[in-house]
């Protein structure tokens, strides 16, 4: 079954980290460009960061650049988020997505896991 | 980098045809023609409805439709129906190699 199914959320204090993982299956993981992105309680989607799928290249929102880290593993087949000096305001349902096509940056986001939960709060 | 613009809501009545703005600028929706649309529905993960201006994903209804002029990307629903009810949401590649959503829509049925 294709599918992207993210974990790693939770509750953490501000300054705090976390590791998010998003585990990849049904299709060929390594020939897609893929993306994190997040949506706060009761707000619009947020593009957080995106890796090319020779993840050679890569780029982050202004609003997380500097703290977050983005990987991807072709063995494990999952994509990775790694958020560092974690603020209030990155609080939000993180969501991992698989671009249109293959091999190409199509900055459309065709497949998308449920989604998991980050919370940061004192 | 900004959120591109959208209405906060737009309503209609079924079977008529509402269009869904998303304003942005020559640096992303103008620049390119990497303009997506999602919707989404309550608790659930956006679907990817339109991409690249105007295509449509298989299994999407042809009742969907995009287009762009000049900095300003649409999306049309036609014939709408009750299961339209949700929220969509643009997107666009962006001259600084990001991507941006736009602010989003709350689409209502009559």
């Known amino acids: 079954q294709v599918q992207l199914v993210e974990s790693g959320g939770g509750l953490v204090k501000p300054g705090g980290s976390l590791r998010l993982s998003c585990a990849a299956a049904g299709f060929t993981f390594s020939d897609y460009y893929m993306s994190w992105i997040r949506q706060a309680p009761g707000k619009g989607l947020e593009w957080v960061s995106y890796i090319s799928s020779t993840g050679r290249t890569i780029d982050y929102a202004d609003s997380v650049k500097g703290r977050f880290t983005i990987s991807r593993d072709s063995a494990k087949n999952s994509l990775y988020l790694q958020m560092n000096s974690l603020r209030a305001e990155d609080t939000a349902v993180y969501y991992c997505?698989?671009?249109?096509?293959?091999?190409?940056?199509?900055?459309?986001?065709?497949?998308w896991g449920q989604g998991t939960l980050v919370s940061v709060s004192a | 980098q900004s959120a591109l613009t959208q209405p906060a809501s737009v309503s209609g009545s079924p079977g008529q045809s509402i269009t869904i703005s998303c304003t942005g600028t020559s640096r992303d929706v103008g620049g390119f023609n990497y303009v997506s649309w999602y919707q989404q529905h309550p608790g659930k993960a956006p679907k990817l409805m339109i991409y690249e201006v105007t295509n449509r994903p298989s299994g999407v209804s042809n009742r969907f439709s995009g287009s762009k002029s000049g900095n300003t990307a649409s999306l049309t629903i036609s014939g709408l129906q009750a299961e339209d009810e949700a929220d969509y949401y643009c997107s666009s590649y962006t001259r600084s190699t990001t991507r941006v959503f736009g602010t989003g829509t709350k689409v209502t049925v009559l």
């Open positions: 997505a698989r671009d249109w096509v293959q091999y190409y940056d199509s900055s459309a986001y065709y497949l």
